[in-house]
Nanobody, 127 residues
């Protein structure tokens, strides 16, 4: 079993920065990819970024490119999302997710490509 726990969310002003962390536990943790998604009430879960666990290749939604950076620490089983220049539209609950099997790059943005999820951490950007 794999457990993901997010942290680092909070309230920040427009233009501010936050760093989200995702801690993974479980002896079977060896994902193909890890991702960050976000969701606001009444809307579908939206892809933010993903990283291939071994190769380190990263992928981003157009809306966050340049502003957000995903990274991972394989030894510590940690995934991070550094967010800068935050906008009100970045307000959402942010979820960490893991994909245990191979996922085509074109499918990394699909929530159903991921097998396990954290509980989420709220990010609120105030104007």
């Amino acid at each position: 079993q794999v457990t993901l726990v997010e942290s680092g969310g909070g309230l920040v002003q427009v233009g501010g920065s936050l760093r989200l962390s995702c801690a993974a536990s479980g002896r079977t943790f060896d994902p193909y990819a890890m991702g960050w998604f976000r969701q606001v009430p009444g809307k579908d879960r939206e892809f933010v970024a993903s990283v291939l666990w071994r190769e380190g290749d990263s992928y981003y939604a157009d809306s966050v490119k340049v502003r957000f950076t995903i990274s991972r620490d394989n030894a510590k089983k940690m995934v991070y999302l550094q967010m800068v220049s935050l906008k009100p539209e970045d307000t959402a609950n942010y979820y960490c997710a893991g994909a245990s099997g191979v996922v085509f790059s074109t499918r990394l943005g699909a929530p159903n490509s991921y097998d396990y999820w954290g509980q989420g951490t709220q990010v609120t950007v105030s104007s």
